[in-house]
């Protein structure tokens, strides 16, 4: 993955000498310190700047003056190869360095320093220490270094990325890179060569390693890494550059002429930095004949430098052909985390910048060949092809405007989500003041109580925790919403684009001057780069901060857990409703009787109008019968009832539906023991459904 980390390392990368005494590491420190806090576009800032950096890296160098705009022309640096031993370069080695630089900077840090890092580093534990959050915490220390001089800070997130994921090549870079650029170059060595084991074809990791070796003095092997990081990768700037660098300081002025112009068109180094390397070289080659190197005189540099900046110029036709704008795919994080904390919004600002920076260079262009009258021969006409230029003008305006009237609207749907977003910030910031008071208030209360405070950390934690996912969520969707929108203006701005060739080609093509034809070649490329502006633009979209806190996103965590005491069972009769079967005792009272069960007792009546009520004691309940009943018979006796029950349990519960019976009972006595009838009841009910129930009925006065 590439991130602005990265970059920003290999920026800082343009010390060219040596290190051979003890305070070589405050030197480098107070160096990168003066990059960071130098106002480059300020002439007399920079200036100044330059000059106290030529004199840190004359230390550096052993005090030997290094090459400069005004000193004397300087002999070559002599190379001093390194012996380094592989046997260095393991995984085991790498980690007892990082855990070494870990312990001494961890020392070091004030109190909220280790509490910053502290969070971040709980947070990657919850992510198990993923790829991802591994790589954050590299990305967190990568930015240290380049916006803060707490190289301490920067160190301990670098080195814990290292110990938990030493097979991480982003992360060895970027411990190296810090090694190399505040502490200690030789140490970075064996860090950087690990890291070239895992992956050799890293032109980052050989650019890294060529310098290290450059800044100990091993020239050739710097000089090798730097070529094998361009094999890689014919376009890494930071590579030419550096190759640039070398050479200026070996005297290879002719070669350091060609890395210096490859590497400005690959954004390789600063504007300062080209530069001041670009001056340099034509101070060189404008001295004597008998001062100058094999190299070269100051006719072979302007003939260089003219090839380097125009290599097809003696081919060019007689008309200028349009080299057609696109606008690029522009990546996309996915999630709003990985384009807040994962590097994509410093992309995308870098991204601009470089896009700015280029615009800025062809503005200059197009305003000088505005300004410039055309060459032709005395007493010839310039043809005016006014037709032609009416048709560009009309073209290119009307699709500059279509442009910038789409760029428009589409900010305007963006702020509408911004709003949206800063007011649910708004919302989170003002919950979190109440919930806060809160927590001040109970951890008062508790005094030293350490279960009080404990109590009060969980209340607080129940209502932030929620109060701080809400909001994310709802910026993840803001997020969402923003990139929708942005993939959309892209591909309308890129089919405006495609329309503004379309028309204006044809009516270029008919322009057979050299003069119009450039005049227009530039102005149809002015409106290209306007468009293609429009989506640069509008890439580095802002966003409020996630929320974070000590909570963590796992909110069920601190809900007070809930206890409810079951139902006991009946523990005098355990064995519940298990009576036996046909064991019904009844005890009849001319048209009415009683019956009982071993867990239920029941009166009723039935002459006419039925009705009966039972009460089952195990189950706590009571069902009440309301019915027709009919009996006929002498000796034998039949009867039946039919009707509605409703059934009420003690804890409120109940049940209804119909019930119909038909039972036979004896006039007369029968044998001892023997049943004196049988009752079939039949029922319906909502809770029960359909039910069949055959009884046989003892009397115990026949008994």
Known sequence: MKTIIVFLILLLTSVAASAQNADAAQIRQKMAEIRRNTNWDDPAAAKKANEEIQSLAQQLNGGKTPLSFSGNQQQPAADKPLNISLSAVTRENVITIAERYFDRSYKNLDQASKLQFEEDYKNAGREDFSLKSVRRLTSTGGILIALSDNSDLACVYLSTAVKIMADDTLSLNNFGGFLRLIDSVKTSIPVLLYANSIFSESPVILTQLGNSMFELGDYSKAETYYKEALKNNPDFGQAHSSLCDLYILQGRYKEAIIELFAGVKTMGCSYMHGSNNFALLRQESERSDQQQHESGSKEEFWNETKR????????????????????????????????????????????????????????????????????????????????????????????????????????????????????????????????????????????????????????????????????????????????????????????????????????????????????????????????????????????????????????????????????????????????????????????????????????????????????????????????????????????????????????????????????????????????????????????????????????????
Request: negative net charge.
């Open 308 to 703: 380097q900046l125009s290599p097809s110029e003696s081919l060019a036709p007689l008309v200028p052909v349009v080299e057609k704008v696109k606008i690029p795919e522009f990546p996309s994080c996915k999630s709003v985390e990985d384009w807040l904390e994962g590097g994509g919004f410093s992309s995308a600002v870098n991204s601009f910048q470089a896009f700015q920076s280029y615009l800025g260079s062809f503005i200059e262009e197009f305003q000088e060949i505005h300004s410039q009258s055309p060459a032709i021969p005395t007493g010839a006409i310039l043809r005016d092809y006014s037709n032609e230029r009416l048709a560009l003008d009309c073209i290119t305006e009307m699709f500059f405007n279509q442009a910038h009237n789409d760029e428009e609207a589409y900010r305007k749907e963006v702020d509408q989500i911004i709003q949206q977003v800063n007011d649910a910030k708004e919302e989170y910031l003002r919950n979190l003041e109440r919930i806060t008071a809160k927590y001040l208030g109970c951890c008062e209360k508790c005094g030293d109580n350490g279960e009080c405070l404990i109590e009060c950390q969980r209340l607080y934690c129940s209502e932030e925790c929620p109060n701080a996912n809400r909001f994310n969520e709802f910026l993840g969707r803001a997020y969402t919403d923003y990139l929708s929108l942005f993939n959309r203006f892209v591909i309308r701005q890129r089919k405006i684009l495609d329309d503004l060739y379309g028309f204006s080609m044809p009516w270029f093509n008919k322009l057979n001057s050299p003069y119009w034809s450039q005049i227009y070649a530039y102005e149809i490329k002015r409106v290209a780069l306007s468009i293609a502006g429009n989506c640069y633009g509008a890439y580095p979209q802002p966003f409020q901060m996630l929320a974070h806190n000590t909570c963590g996103a796992d909110c069920s965590v601190y809900a007070k857990p809930f206890f409810e005491k079951p139902e006991e069972v009946n523990k005098s009769n355990p064995t519940g409703n298990n009576c036996p079967p046909h064991s019904k005792e009844q005890i009849p009272l001319g048209v009415c009787s009683i019956s009982w069960d071993c867990e239920s007792y029941e009166l009723g009546c039935s002459a006419g109008v039925s009705g009966s009520i039972k009460r089952n004691t195990v189950k706590k309940t009571t069902t009440i019968f309301l019915g027709a009943g009919l009996e006929g018979g002498i000796v034998a006796k039949a009867g039946g009832t039919f009707g509605g029950q409703l059934t009420i349990g003690d804890d409120g519960s109940f049940d209804g539906g119909l019930k119909a019976t038909v039972s036979g009972t004896s006039g007369a006595p029968l044998e001892k023991g023997a049943p004196t009838g049988v009752e079939q009841a039949y029922t319906v009910t909502i809770m029960g459904g359909v039910k069949s129930e055959t009884t046989k009925v003892y009397n115990p006065l026949f008994r």
